[in-house]
């Protein structure tokens, strides 16, 4: 028998930031922020911004204390095995596995569908072309992965780079025309606390949340991250700080240099942005350097995703041919080329707001949710366990994680919570009648 291919650890502390921050940018706060503006309707959508970072840092304090603990390839997939073990602790995983191969390839489409309609800020396009750079892009991205992991951490950190002077230009000219009344002026009824207000600023959340995932993607890649556990903690918390900093930064500013009205309606607002700052031709020029952002994100994103069904393959809780890495450079391609090809296929189908709802409802309840009340299980279960990071003010960033969570899960439209709730149950289902069945095997042969 051959043993399943290792990883090779071979991403060093600033590259695993890297790939985290460019994840977490990506197309979102680009979408997004028009939406979010609409939701809140004037400048106190700040709070939604604010909310979702709180979230990300208590939500990444979690992720921390289990990335630290067990760094390995697949994050929440071994976390929830760990957390709830024997064969509560299957279930759980084999549920994320179940969405991932729903979600991830969503995530991903994401990207790409807002990538295509930025690019039409530059190039008109019908919504058939919009669909052909959308799909291009996929397999852009895959091709691109299609390599060792060391390659990888040089590109991020080039791309990295590209994200960080985008942002420096985005605020820097934000500040030199920076006009407080336009962005300080609030409605009468603007902090009026009615249940309208608060669902307003529910689904203003969830896009802000979307804009903040990937702050974890560091813990999918833990079988291949230096020293984990010193550098998973670091990279999640740095990460969160550095662009909880950016997106408020970026939204004052914004609202500075155009009427709340304008944004909400805009769909290239930070193009139309930089053409109201100085010209077209320079509006180009920044339509350009997003969407290098938005491939960087997808690239980033693929990357961690493919990781996971890796991981429940080699345990034996998913299709073994997911378990096999590449015969010379020791990656999961076939993992890779599955998510890939499924991301391609969403690419094509759906819209972006709907896009993002799903994602964000699909994995409130088994991922974030599921991990929070299971790190407090296993702290009073066992308390004297060795943890190499421990979260600091146990367990409030826990319970302040699962609260804010459910509070946006319950704000979001009906038809999403209903279809969240319908894929667990179908996944539940699938799992007691076929998985519990010793259906699937570990995977004994991952590098042929």
């Not at 106190?44 to 921390?64: E, I, N, P, R, T």
């Not at 053409?275 to 980033?300: D, K, M, P, R």
């Not at 009073?380 to 600091?392: G, Q, S």
Request: hydrophobic share 55%.
């Amino acid at each position: 028998m051959i043993a399943p291919g290792k990883l090779t650890r071979g991403l060093s502390l600033t590259q695993a930031t890297s790939l985290n921050m460019i994840y977490m940018v990506g197309i979102g706060p680009f979408v997004t922020l028009s939406i979010v503006v609409g939701a809140m309707k004037g400048p106190q959508c700040m709070l939604a911004w604010l909310l979702g970072a709180l979230l990300a840092f208590m939500d990444g304090s979690v992720w921390s204390e289990l990335g630290a603990k067990w760094p390995e390839a697949g994050g929440s997939y071994v976390f929830l095995q760990k957390l709830y073990n024997n064969k509560w602790g299957r279930l759980m995983s084999f549920l994320l596995i179940w969405q991932t191969c729903i979600q991830a390839p969503l995530v991903i489409a994401s990207g790409a569908i807002g990538f295509s309609k930025y690019l039409a800020y530059l190039i008109p396009l019908s919504n058939y072309a919009k669909q052909a750079v959308s799909g291009g892009l996929v397999l852009l991205v895959v091709a691109l992965l299609y390599r060792d992991v060391k390659s990888i951490g040089k590109i991020s950190v080039f791309l990295w780079i590209v994200t960080g002077v985008t942002f420096v230009w985005l605020l820097g000219s934000g500040i030199m025309g920076f006009d407080a009344k336009k962005a300080f002026t609030f409605s009468k009824d603007a902090f009026d606390l009615t249940p309208i207000f608060f669902v307003g600023l529910g689904q203003a959340s969830l896009q802000t949340v979307y804009s903040y995932l990937g702050y974890y993607n560091v813990c999918n890649l833990g079988g291949e991250i230096e020293n984990p556990e010193i550098n998973i903690p670091r990279s999640i918390f740095i990460s969160i700080a550095g662009i909880a900093f950016i997106y408020l930064a970026m939204q004052l500013v914004v609202l500075g240099a155009m009427p709340w009205q304008q944004i909400a309606k805009s769909d290239f607002v930070i193009s139309t942005y930089f053409e109201q700052i100085y010209n077209v031709q320079v509006a180009n020029i920044a339509t350009g350097l997003i969407l290098i952002i938005a491939a960087a994100s997808l690239f980033a994103g693929m990357l961690g995703y493919s990781r996971i069904p890796y991981a429940a393959a080699i345990d034996g809780n998913f299709f073994p041919v997911f378990g096999k890495t590449h015969p010379t450079k020791k990656f999961p391609h076939v993992s890779l080329l599955v998510i890939g090809g499924i991301a391609f296929a969403f690419s094509l189908l759906f819209k972006m707001k709907e896009v993002i709802t799903a994602i964000i409802t699909m994995r409130i309840l088994v991922q974030f949710v599921g991990q929070s009340a299971g790190v407090i299980y296993w702290h009073y279960n066992k308390p004297k366990e060795p943890r190499p990071y421990k979260m600091k003010l146990f367990p409030i960033p826990a319970i302040l994680g699962i609260i804010i969570w459910l509070f946006i899960m319950f704000t979001s439209d009906v038809k999403f919570i209903v279809g969240a709730i319908a894929i667990i149950l179908l996944g539940a289902i699938v799992y007691v009648t076929v998985v519990n069945k010793t259906f699937f095997k570990p995977a004994i042969q991952s590098n042929q």
